[in-house]
């Protein structure tokens, strides 16, 4: 009987401790029963739900809660491609979809509106937030939203449409990508319209208006071939020209931005202009191209001036691959100027037969600009180079020993006797083991990339 009753004493010993074991794992750390929600997702037909955690041990541990629960809120919330939505016609092209998917998730981010705070908790080592919103506020939200989306991008639409008409193709493009940026977070659903044509599907027709437009302009050279001189902007202005067809006439467009540039050369310089009422456009860097037979400059319709600057943007990635972006090409023979050279290079006080760093220079001017004559009254340009290298310092323990060079560079024209260009590379460091000459040497190399990489640029540049 004793044995019984100290058997039954124990059970409830062990009842009682197992009891107060549940009971601690369902507690807050300020003694809250954890809620259901913690325990198990709810699930609901007019809510979407979202539940966030954060580590207490992190910093900002509430704000990652709420963050998190606002994004596992945004999860719940589909988007569902329209069947007449522009998007339909870049199913297949991964970046532009990788674009959408990302802006898409920026778009529900920012619509959502009037969501609820349901609850938090705090364990002991998680913080939890529960967020709600109302699938038929969220629904009726969306409707307003694109109604009043779709009005402005009409309203755009129209005007492009009447400056299109006057042929004001500038303002007509800008009030197109306008249009666009109005209805752009809501390409995925139905935007059908009424307006002057009748039904149409704005996202649809801003793309391919402006992909017609895109295909009416011309833009060509003012003639077949130009003869320039090298450096010089006394030749005859390089032009080009842009047109629009329409009614099967070519008519000149006014006030276009186009870009000029080198696809086919080492040249990074562009140059924006805009077309003048005649159609012009005066390329000013033309002589910037090195001498050569049909050196191709090509002129681009700017399309940042309307799809935005950014690397990436909806639009751009829409037109990324459209063929029909309207561009020209404009050829040039470039020939080159009559130049006399001088120099005198040293090295520790010495002269230097071998002239190393001005002989890299005059090869780098032969290849672009100039061909070198013996006999100066012979010459368009008279180039003088002054280089020298003097011995540094040595640090004995090391064995490491410093040289510092200099070079001085003019360019005088030869009939007028007034310089053009004149620079300085002014104790260029070189620093090497074992002796002063390796030094020197790398003085040396670190002079001849700052020629190539800073001084001819700059030389391009001039107008002589």
């Not at 589909?78 to 920026?106: D, H, P």
């Not at 390329?283 to 935005?308: D, H, W």
Request: charged share 30%; with cysteine; net charge neutral.
């Amino acid at each position: 009987m004793k044995i019984c009753k100290h058997f039954s004493g124990v059970l409830a010993l062990v009842f009682l401790l197992t009891l107060c074991s549940c009971s601690s794992t369902q507690l807050s750390a300020g003694g809250k029963k954890k809620p259901k929600w913690v325990r198990e997702r709810p699930v609901s037909n007019e809510y979407y739900i979202g539940i966030g955690m954060a580590n207490k041990s992190g910093d900002n541990y509430i704000k990652v809660a709420k963050d998190n629960a606002l994004t596992d809120l945004i999860s719940e919330i589909s988007v569902k491609i329209s069947s007449n939505s522009v998007l339909r016609q870049f199913e297949n092209n991964v970046e532009f979809r990788e674009e959408f998917e990302s802006y898409t998730k920026t778009k529900v981010k920012d619509e959502i509106e009037d969501f609820e705070h349901v609850d938090s908790y705090e364990g002991k080592d998680n913080y939890w937030v529960y967020y709600r919103l109302s699938k038929e506020k969220y629904a009726r939200m969306k409707r307003e939203k694109l109604e009043k989306a779709k009005n402005l991008a009409k309203d755009f639409y129209e005007k492009a449409k009447k400056a299109e008409e006057k042929l004001d193709l500038h303002n007509a493009l800008n009030y197109y990508v306008k249009s666009f940026e109005a209805v752009k977070k809501h390409l995925d659903e139905d935007l059908s319209v009424f307006t002057l044509e009748g039904r149409i599907n704005l996202g649809n027709a801003i793309y391919q208006n402006i992909q017609e437009i895109f295909s009416s302009i011309n833009i060509e050279p003012g003639q077949e071939l130009y003869e320039i001189k090298a450096l010089s902007s006394n030749t005859t202005p390089v032009k080009a020209f842009v047109t629009y067809q329409k009614d099967g006439s070519q008519q000149p467009v006014n006030n276009l931005p186009v870009v000029f540039s080198f696809p086919e050369l080492d040249i990074d310089k562009t140059e924006s202009v805009n077309s003048n009422a005649a159609g012009e456009l005066v390329c000013s860097i033309a002589e910037m191209a090195p001498k050569g037979e049909r050196q191709k400059i090509k002129a681009t319709l700017n399309t940042e001036v309307y799809f935005g600057e950014e690397k990436r943007t909806l639009l751009k990635e829409m037109f990324k691959n459209v063929s029909n972006v309207p561009h020209g090409y404009i050829v040039v023979n470039v020939s080159d100027l009559k130049a006399y050279f001088e120099a005198s290079e040293t090295q520790f006080g010495k002269n230097m037969p071998s002239k190393p760093i001005a002989k890299l220079f005059k090869k780098e001017l032969s290849e672009d600009f100039f061909s070198f004559v013996d006999e100066k009254d012979n010459a368009d340009v008279h180039i003088k180079v002054d280089a020298n290298i003097i011995k540094g310092k040595k640090m004995d323990r090391f064995n490491l020993h410093t040289a510092y060079a200099n070079c001085n560079i003019s360019l005088t024209n030869a009939k007028t006797n007034a310089e053009i260009y004149s620079t300085g590379l002014n104790n260029i460091k070189g620093m090497k083991t074992g002796s002063f000459s390796m030094a020197a040497q790398d003085a040396r190399k670190k002079v001849e990339e700052q020629i190539r990489n800073q001084i001819i640029p700059d030389i391009r540049k001039i107008n002589f």
